[in-house]
C-alpha cells in the first residue's frame, strides 16, 4: 500500500485514543499498545494479515511539515532491501482525519519496558555485553537505512521481540517527530541532539547522538541526563572505556561526535562485546555473575575443522532475550572452548532462518558435551585445592597477622622517611617489600599537556578502525556533562598540588616498572574535578597491556582536591 494522494490535505482529527474498533485505510484497529510522543500505537488487521498502526496524536497531524514528513517517508522505508533490524512500512494515509503509519506487527515489548523491569529488578541495566549488542543491532539498522536519517531514535524506537530479534519500529515516524519538535508542538527529550533540538535537520550526527544516549540508557537503565553518574561509576563492572564512548558521540557540537554509527557501533563492540566477559542475561539476577569458566582445550573432529576454514559469519547465539553475534564456525568454537556458548543456548542461522540448540547440531554437539564435562572436571579440582588450602591456613592465621604486622611497621617507617627526603630532591626512594631489595625510583614534576590543535571536521571520518581504546584523536574528555572538551575558563589543580599527591605513591609506581621489566615510563592522566578520582591515564601513549593495568590501578586509588571544573591533564615521567 503507498501513502494516498491525499495525504497533504489535513482535516479536522479525532481522538485518536478513541481509534479502538476503528476501520482506517481498510486496516480494523485493535488493541492499544502505547502511547509515544508522536503516536498512539495499535495492533491492526487487515483480513489475516496482522500490523501495527501508529496514529499520530491529533495536535501534531495538523501541522503541515509533520504531514509532509510522513508522506515522503513511508515510502523510502517500504522500498529498504534489509528489513532484519527495521520494521517495514507497509503503508500510509490520510483517512477520516486519522494520520497514520502501519508498519510490520510487534512481537514483544519496546526497550523501554525492558529497561524499566531490569532496573527495578536490579537498579541498573543490561549487561554489558548484552548492552552492546543491542546497540549494536540498531546501529546495523541505522546503517542498513542509508541516507534515511532517524533523527530522534530512544528507547520506544526499539522492539525486543520474543526471539531477540532487535528492529527499530519508527524509521518511518522519525523525520516528523523531529519536525514537531522544530515547530515547537513537542518538548524534545535529553537524549534527542541538540541541534535537532533547535530545529534542525536530522543528520548522521544526530543519529549519533542518539545511539550514544541510547547506550547510556541500555547500560544504567535510566535515560541519558547532563550530570548524570557515568556508566563505569553507576554500574560495577563496565570499563571507564564507555565512559569516554558516550561522552564523544553525544558531544554538544556534532563536529566533535564520531563520523558516523559505522565508527560509533564497531567501537562499541569492540569494548563491551568482545572484551567484557559475558553475564548473565536474566533480569533480576539476586548476585554477582560466576567467575569466567577455564577455557577448555578440546579436539577437533576433522569434519569440525574442515567446517571451521568457511568464515562466513551466519550464525547468532540466542540467549536470554537477545541474540549475539554474528559467529563463524570457528567462531563458535572459540565461544565454546572459552564457556560462553553452552548446552541450552539456541543457534539462530541468519541466511537460511532456522533454529536449533548448539547440544543438536551434528557438528558442535559433541564439542559442547566435551566441552562441559572438562570444565566441570576443572571445577571439582578448584573446590578440593581450595578446601585444602583454607584447612592450612587455618593453621597459620595467628602466625599471618603477627607477620603482616611487623612488615606494615617496618613499611610504614620506612615510607616516612622517604617522604621527607622527596620534599627536598623532588626524588622517592621505594622499596619492594617482596624482594626486600632496595629500589630507587625518580618521578618528575607534572606538566600540563599541550592541548592538541583543532582540526575542523577531522573527526567525522567514516572508518570504525579510526577509534580504538583511548580514543586517540582528541576525545580525552570523560566528563558527563556533556559538555565541549574545551578546559577554557574552568577550575584546575595546579601541579604543584597534583605532584604533591601522586609523589607519594613512587615506591608502588615504582615497583610496577619492576615488576614489568621496564625502566621507565610516561603517564598521562586527568582528575576529574569533582570528585578528585584519576578516571583516564595512558602510558607511553597506550591505553592498554600489562604495565598500564599495574599502573592504572595505583594511579585510580589516590585522591586529589575536589575542585570547581570538570577536569586537570597532567603528565610526568617515573624511573628506575
Known amino acids: 500500500m503507498s501513502p494516498e494522494a491525499g495525504l497533504a490535505s489535513v482535516a479536522t482529527e479525532p481522538d485518536a485514543g478513541d481509534a479502538d474498533g476503528t476501520a482506517i485505510g481498510g486496516w480494523t484497529v485493535g488493541q492499544r499498545l502505547r502511547r509515544t510522543l508522536i503516536a498512539e500505537v495499535y495492533r491492526a488487521q487487515r483480513g489475516d494479515e496482522q500490523a501495527t498502526i501508529h496514529i499520530i496524536h491529533p495536535e501534531l497531524a495538523r501541522l503541515r511539515q509533520v504531514v509532509n514528513e510522513v508522506q515522503s517517508r513511508a515510502p523510502k522505508v517500504a522500498q529498504l532491501d534489509d528489513h532484519r533490524n527495521v520494521s517495514p512500512a507497509y503503508g500510509a494515509g490520510l483517512e477520516s482525519g486519522h494520520l497514520y503509519i502501519v508498519t510490520e506487527p510487534e512481537d514483544g515489548p519496546v526497550l523501554r519496558d525492558v529497561l524499566d523491569r531490569r532496573h527495578a529488578a536490579s537498579s541498573t541495566g543490561l549487561p554489558p555485553r548484552g548492552a552492546g549488542n543491542v546497540i549494536a543491532l540498531v546501529a546495523q539498522g541505522l546503517i542498513s537505512a542509508g541516507h534515511l536519517f532517524h533523527g530522534a531514535i530512544g528507547d520506544e524506537s526499539v522492539i525486543v521481540s520474543r526471539s531477540g530479534r532487535i528492529t527499530i519500529c519508527d524509521l518511518a515516524l522519525g523525520p516528523a517527530l523531529c519536525a514537531a519538535i522544530a515547530a515547537g508542538a513537542v518538548r524534545a527529550p535529553g537524549w534527542i541532539a541538540p541541534e535537532v533540538q533547535r530545529g534542525e535537520p536530522p543528520s548522521t550526527a544526530s543519529d549519533v547522538y542518539g545511539l550514544g544516549a541510547l547506550l547510556y540508557d541500555t547500560l544504567v537503565g535510566q535515560p541519558l541526563t547532563r550530570g548524570g553518574p557515568r ?225 575542523g571536521g577531522g573527526s567525522r571520518s567514516g572508518g570504525g578502525n579510526n577509534f580504538g581504546r583511548g580514543l586517540p584523536g582528541g576525545s580525552d574528555s570523560l566528563a558527563l556533562d556533556l559538555s565541549d572538551d574545551s578546559d577554557e575558563g574552568s577550575e584546575t589543580l595546579d601541579m604543584g598540588t597534583v605532584f604533591s599527591v601522586y609523589s607519594r605513591y613512587g615506591n608502588r609506581l615504582g615497583g610496577c616498572l619492576q615488576k614489568t621489566g621496564s625502566s621507565n615510563a610516561n603517564i598521562s592522566i586527568i582528575i576529574d574535578g569533582p570528585t578528585g578520582k584519576v578516571n583516564w591515564m595512558k602510558v607511553n601513549g597506550e591505553a592498554s597491556g600489562a604495565l598500564h593495568g599495574c599502573l592504572s590501578g595505583v594511579m585510580r586509588s589516590m585522591k586529589f582536591p575536589s575542585i570547581n571544573g570538570p577536569r586537570t591533564r597532567a603528565e610526568f615521567d617515573i624511573g628506575i
Not at 282 to 290: E, H, I, K, Y
Not at 297 to 303: F, G, K, Q, S, Y
Not at 421 to 431: F, I, M, R
Open 231 to 455: 556508566p563505569s561509576e553507576a554500574v560495577p563492572g563496565i570499563p571507564p572505556e564507555v565512559d569516554e564512548i558516550i561522552a564523544r558521540a553525544c558531544a554538544e557540537k556534532p563536529d566533535r561526535r564520531f563520523g558516523s554509527v559505522a565508527a560509533l557501533r564497531e567501537l562499541v563492540m569492540d569494548t563491551l562485546c568482545r572484551g567484557v566477559e559475558e553475564e548473565e542475561e536474566r533480569v533480576g539476577a539476586d548476585g554477582p555473575a560466576m567467575a569466567a569458566p577455564p577455557k577448555a582445550v578440546l579436539p577437533i573432529a576433522p569434519a569440525l575443522e574442515a567446517a571451521m576454514e568457511d568464515p562466513h559469519e551466519r550464525w547468532l547465539v540466542t540467549k536470554g532475550r537477545f541474540d549475539f553475534g554474528p559467529f563463524s564456525i570457528k567462531g563458535l568454537v572459540e565461544q565454546i572452548q572459552s564457556g560462553h556458548v553452552h548446552h541450552g543456548n539456541v543457534l539462530f542461522d541468519k541466511d537460511e532462518g532456522g533454529r536449533i540448540k548448539v547440544e543438536d547440531h551434528p557438528l558442535l554437539g559433541p564439542l559442547v558435551e566435551a566441552a562441559r564435562q572438562q570444565r566441570d572436571d576443572a571445577r571439582r579440582a578448584q573446590a578440593e585445592v581450595k578446601h585444602q588450602s583454607s584447612e592450612r591456613k587455618r593453621g597459620v592465621t595467628l602466625y599471618g597477622f603477627i607477620g603482616a604486622g611487623v612488615i606494615a611497621a617496618v613499611v610504614v617507617v620506612y615510607l616516612i622517611i622517604t617522604a621527607l627526603s622527596s620534599a627536598k630532591n623532588k626524588q622517592v626512594q621505594g622499596v619492594d617489600t617482596l624482594a626486600n631489595a632496595s629500589l630507587n625510583v625518580t618521578v618528575s614534576e607534572p606538566k600540563k599537556p599541550a592541548k592538541k590543535p583543532r582540526t
